[in-house]
């Protein structure tokens, strides 16, 4: 029924649709203007809500006057902290903190909805103003009066943990949440008091803003007569913020309901809850008529969830024949102002089990300091931790390669892990269960013509260029954790509903889990229809993240179809006077084996809708649920390679070539999964070359805005080159890794290593991202001044 991979490709492509590169079906709506996105609702009697700010990083609030705003023209009400105190309302909720040193979990700082007494950075709510249009809310919130005494500010972790420096919360003395660590030390320094030659790196993976093309937005609504609100806006994960929800405004559960339509792009920044949608919530209530929010860029840059902002110092113990030995890493983690949902799982344990990377390393340890700043609360971003972990192994071993007059890929080859030892366990714990490393790395490099590139580097000389290779090869985990169990049944016009708990942000979900039931039933994939974000309609899930989706989701999908092909089978039994034993499924229709005798499967949901057809307990339509769980993390690798000019006069670089070569494991819909693996390489080469947000010593964001924060374009992206081994995963019940983060993680270290390469041969050192035309103009006159 489904893909056999040991077949040849032509016997294994499903007549409906697993494994072909089927177009998405929901692009059609989207591509004729007909979506539904968060701003483009409106509710009849709808107030707007706009937020007052602030425009200090660090301040304690004197006095604040809202009488002039409340008397505005339309305005209906003005919020504070003190309005939101009188009504019991509680504080944005942290979902995980890592343990410390000792094993005890400190509490964290509560972070309110809107500033009480003090702001810690720009962008914090202040105020919300609500008024019978946006522009008067606007026109309203300028009223408003703000006396604000300044404190000193600090915007860099470095800064933060310094002695004498300004400390945000007394929660968090020296502004460190939590001192964490992984691994084994005494192993690890041993192993390092034994190293014939240790290697050590300095790198800043700096803070990212997640710029979706759909900013933030929410719509509240309060029913006196139920007692129930509904929120609806772009998330991830429906489920999650009705719980964070219900608990910041200290109700059951039960009187949220949350909704979600179509979402312009979520990048992990939309699984979490901000203050904005709990505001409208309130509002909704208290003015008792649907309250409307939607950000305008500025405040997206402000307010947005950021991301990355690590500081990584790592060594590497090896052999004086390049055997690796053991790797040391030391981090701090900048948590921003407040810690956001999983603030602190990123710089900790969402990522640091993949500091030994794709290779043999014998012993590791890592520690981290999790720090406050006056800055937006950071959390994931596309990989969460896992691109950061990858980024930091790859840079140090290209530059163990450089320090020992190896190649690179040579060094890569030593150390990679051998196919014959999977399932292999690292020395952080991740058990890999599969995958040819090295298989990949020839492919890529084949590919990418690897051996022909010194004669073109030379003749890019010719023409004033500087060429340069970068070479990564990453390895991550994602695609485990928590379940699903969607609901999936027929209704009497034939249709197949599938109900799920996960959250599409653009990757495709209708298509991909319409394919899954289409092949199990032998249906036209136009037969399925799939519903996502509805908390009463879908009682359960875990939304969509860490690439989980499709492996979790999707298999989910396969076993409920499976259940109720199963249960058919006894109404089928029934129809055709036969024992349930004795029937078989197969391209639409059951069957009595070994016989011509048969009845279509549209009979048999016919007769479902017969109470006395159908089996006892089970409802009409073939309807089941089923809890899917997998056996834990799948392991999503490949090679990435990336050749580059560099202008020797300009400082600006042209992509020549780029090259990747993956395994995600089985391939359910290529064409999805290339759009996946592109659109997350060039978020990955976005950081690399272009983005970054920047604050400055009063913790002022001087990048807020597309005038200077830099986007990647399509005229600045390389055409990529992707191709794919399949090395199926036994971790979930389609044999797939996850897709959504792959791109991102291996992107970032091969452009960071092809650009430091380029600039390698002119005698330019050490760089840290992102490589803007200035930075390395920079570093080319400083490198000719020394030579000179």
């Excluded at 939304?543 to 199963?566: F, H, Q, W, Y």
Aim: proline letters at 5%; hydrophobic letters at 40%; aromatic letters at 8%.
């Amino acid at each position: 029924m489904f893909r056999d991979q040991t077949k040849g490709e032509d016997e294994t492509m499903g007549k409906f649709g697993v494994g072909q590169s089927i177009r998405r079906v929901e692009d059609q709506r989207f591509l004729t203007g007909t979506g539904r996105y968060t701003d483009d609702i409106t509710v009849t009697g709808q107030l707007y809500l706009y937020v007052l700010r602030s425009t200090h990083a660090h301040a304690d609030i004197v006095a604040l006057d809202t009488s002039q705003a409340k008397n505005a023209p339309g305005v209906i009400g003005v919020l504070t902290s003190a309005d939101l105190d009188a009504m019991n309302i509680g504080s944005i909720p942290v979902e995980f903190v890592p343990p410390d040193r000792d094993g005890n979990t400190p509490k964290p700082p509560a972070r309110p909805v809107l500033a009480a007494g003090r702001v810690r950075y720009v962008g914090e709510p202040v105020a919300a103003v609500i008024a019978e249009t946006l522009a008067q809310a606007k026109d309203a919130a300028e009223l408003i009066e703000v006396d604000y005494d300044d404190l000193a500010p600090v915007a860099l972790p470095a800064e933060a943990v310094k002695e004498g420096a300004p400390v945000l919360h007394a929660e968090a003395p020296g502004n460190v949440l939590v001192h964490w660590h992984m691994g084994d030390k005494a192993k690890t320094d041993e192993a390092f008091a034994k190293a014939e030659k240790v290697i050590s790196i300095d790198l800043i993976n700096h803070r990212m803003v997640p710029t979706a093309l759909e900013p933030r937005g929410a719509i509240a609504q309060f029913d006196p007569a139920t007692n129930r609100y509904t929120l609806t806006q772009g998330c991830q994960n429906t489920h999650k913020l009705k719980e964070w929800a219900a608990k910041t405004l200290q109700i059951d559960q039960q009187q949220l309901r949350v909704l979600c339509d179509d979402v312009g792009g979520g990048f992990g920044m939309r699984y979490f809850l901000f203050n904005e949608p709990v505001l409208c919530l309130i509002a909704s209530k208290a003015f008792a008529k649907p309250v409307k929010w939607t950000a305008d860029r500025s405040e997206s840059f402000l307010a947005d969830g950021h991301g990355r902002d690590q500081v990584n110092h790592a060594e590497l113990a090896m052999d004086k024949d390049g055997t690796f030995r053991a790797i040391r890493v030391s981090s701090l983690g900048n948590l921003g102002a407040y810690l956001s949902q999983f603030g602190a799982l990123v710089p900790t344990m969402a990522g640091c089990g993949m500091l030994g990377g794709a290779y043999r390393i014998g012993a590791a340890c890592v520690d981290v300091k999790v720090v406050f700043t006056n800055t937006a609360p950071v959390d994931a971003y596309r990989g969460a931790g896992r691109p950061e972990a990858a980024y930091l192994v790859e840079r140090l071993v290209e530059k163990a390669a450089r320090e020992l007059g190896m190649s690179s890929v040579e060094l890569r080859r030593k150390n990679l892990v051998r196919a014959d030892e999977f399932p292999y366990k690292t020395a952080l714990g991740p058990v890999y269960d599969s995958g040819r490393y090295e298989e990949l790395m020839d492919a890529a490099l084949k590919r990418a013509d690897v051996a022909g590139f010194e004669a073109r580097r030379t003749e890019a000389r010719k023409r004033g260029k500087l060429r340069g290779l970068g070479v990564s090869y990453y390895v991550e985990a994602c695609s485990g954790g928590n379940h699903e169990t969607p609901k999936m049944f027929f209704d009497k016009d034939g249709r197949l509903n599938i109900l799920i708990g996960t959250q599409s942000t653009g990757q495709g979900h209708e298509t991909v889990y319409g394919t899954v039931a289409a092949e199990a039933f032998g249906i036209p994939l136009d037969q399925v229809i799939v519903k996502q974000g509805d908390t009463d309609l879908i009682p359960t899930g875990f939304g969509t993240g860490g690439s989980r989706s499709v492996p979790i989701g999707g298999s989910a999908v396969m076993k409920v179809s499976l259940a109720m092909i199963e249960q058919g089978k006894a109404i089928a039994a029934d129809l055709l006077e036969a024992a349930a034993g004795d029937i078989e499924y197969e391209n639409g229709a059951y069957k009595i084996a070994g016989t011509d005798r048969s009845v279509a499967l549209k009979d048999v949901i016919a007769a479902s809708f017969d109470n006395s057809k159908r089996p006892e307990g089970k409802e009409p339509g073939l309807c089941e649920s089923e809890r899917y769980k997998p056996e834990g993390n799948t392991f999503p690798n490949g090679c990435h390679v990336c050749e580059v000019d560099v202008d020797e006069e300009t400082g600006v670089i042209a992509f020549v070539k780029y090259t990747v070569q993956d395994d995600l494991g089985y391939a359910m819909n290529p064409l999805l999964m290339e759009g996946q693996i592109i659109g997350g390489a060039v978020q990955g080469l976005g950081q690399a070359l272009f983005e970054e947000a920047v604050y400055d010593d009063a913790g002022q964001l001087v990048t807020g805005s597309f005038m200077d924060y830099t986007m990647p374009r399509a005229d600045t992206s390389p055409v990529i080159d992707f191709a794919y081994t399949e090395v199926p995963t036994t971790r979930n019940a389609l044999g797939i890794k996850g897709a959504g983060e792959a791109g991102t993680i291996g992107a970032t270290p091969a452009v960071a290593n092809a650009v430091e390469n380029a600039l390698s041969a002119i005698g330019v050192g050490h760089l840290d991202m992102p490589f803007t035309p200035l930075k390395v103009w920079q570093a080319i006159q400083s490198a000719k001044s020394r030579a000179a």
